[in-house]
């Protein structure tokens, strides 16, 4: 009678202790917002998208690059997920001693395309000029806020107040807008008996948030809300708040230019040249 020790888990063998836990990579993507593709990853390789971290959200309608770290998943398994997937390329992998951080970015680069644009050539001639010699009010764009009926910036700013009745409210509630039918008949079932695990069968998808904060509900019960909206990735969590401090930035920036137009004032960062 010998005990014969096997591993639960394949994945988990021997991580050379030399390499650094986390595998940086750039992510090309198409028409998907950075959560969705984080979420399409995840799926493929059998892990928990809270594994993956990144320095900011990119927007769906858009060809990005972005650079994503992930928590002990070498680089081939990665490498062979460019066999598999549409609209998704991943490259330039290195093994690193961190995360990477929300925020930590140096900057972005944009390669603007407009078209169907209407207007005289002389409409267009001015507000170019107008681009080049004042430049343009920075304002968080569409993307910060949502594109659903309710604006994450409210979430955010329940959160922020501590009213955790109101956020599971904005985040589950019935909404107007086009949405996928089993949303909608989670929403309404959630809206009509407050049950999670009843508004979690009209999911056939449980990777969405609404599925993550439902699944935490039923675990932990209505009393421990804080607790069942710690199961959603923290990433996602963080960028309610992100959202509030966007829309804060975007009326006070308006507020200061309503007040002093575009010359400089004391208190105002200038780069000089």
């Given at each position: 009678w010998t005990e014969v020790k096997t591993t639960s888990d394949p994945r988990k063998h021997s991580w050379p202790k030399s390499r650094?836990?986390?595998?940086?990579?750039?992510?090309?993507?198409?028409?998907?917002?950075t959560m969705d593709a984080i979420n399409v990853l995840s799926k493929f390789l059998r892990v928990k998208p809270n594994i993956f971290s990144y320095m900011g959200t990119k927007d769906k309608r858009a060809i990005t690059v972005q650079a994503i770290a992930v928590l002990k998943i070498t680089a081939q398994r990665?490498?062979?997920?460019?066999?598999?997937?549409?609209?998704?390329?991943?490259?330039?992998?290195?093994?690193?001693?961190?995360?990477?951080?929300?925020?930590?970015?140096?900057?972005?680069?944009?390669?603007v395309i407009l078209r169907n644009i209407t207007g005289t050539d002389e409409q267009v001639e001015q507000a170019m000029t107008s681009l080049r010699d004042?430049?343009?009010?920075?304002?968080?764009?569409?993307?910060?806020?949502?594109?659903?009926?309710?604006?994450?910036?409210?979430?955010?700013?329940a959160i922020l107040q501590s009213n955790w009745?109101?956020?599971?409210?904005?985040?589950?509630?019935?909404?107007?807008?086009?949405?996928?039918?089993?949303?909608?008949?989670?929403?309404?079932?959630?809206?009509?008996?407050?049950?999670?695990?009843a508004a979690l069968r009209k999911l056939p998808v449980k990777r969405c948030v609404e599925g993550q904060l439902l699944r935490g509900l039923s675990r932990y019960g209505l009393k421990n809300i804080v607790t069942a909206f710690?199961?959603?990735?923290?990433?996602?969590?963080?960028?309610?708040?992100?959202?509030?401090?966007?829309?804060?930035?975007?009326?006070?920036?308006?507020?200061?230019i309503e007040e002093y137009g575009l010359k400089v004032v004391p208190g105002d960062l200038v780069l000089k040249g």
């Open positions: 650094g836990s986390y595998c940086h990579f750039v992510l090309y993507k198409e028409n998907k917002d990665l490498s062979h997920l460019n066999k598999c997937l549409m609209n998704f390329k991943l490259g330039n992998f290195t093994y690193q001693k961190h995360p990477l951080k929300l925020g930590e970015l140096q900057g972005n680069n944009f390669t004042i430049g343009f009010i920075n304002y968080y764009g569409m993307q910060r806020f949502g594109t659903t009926a309710v604006p994450t910036y409210q979430v955010g700013r009745e109101e956020m599971i409210d904005l985040i589950l509630k019935p909404r107007p807008g086009a949405e996928k039918g089993y949303l909608v008949q989670c929403r309404e079932e959630w809206a009509n008996t407050r049950d999670p695990e710690g199961i959603i990735p923290r990433n996602n969590r963080l960028m309610y708040i992100h959202s509030y401090q966007s829309y804060v930035w975007n009326n006070m920036v308006s507020r200061r």
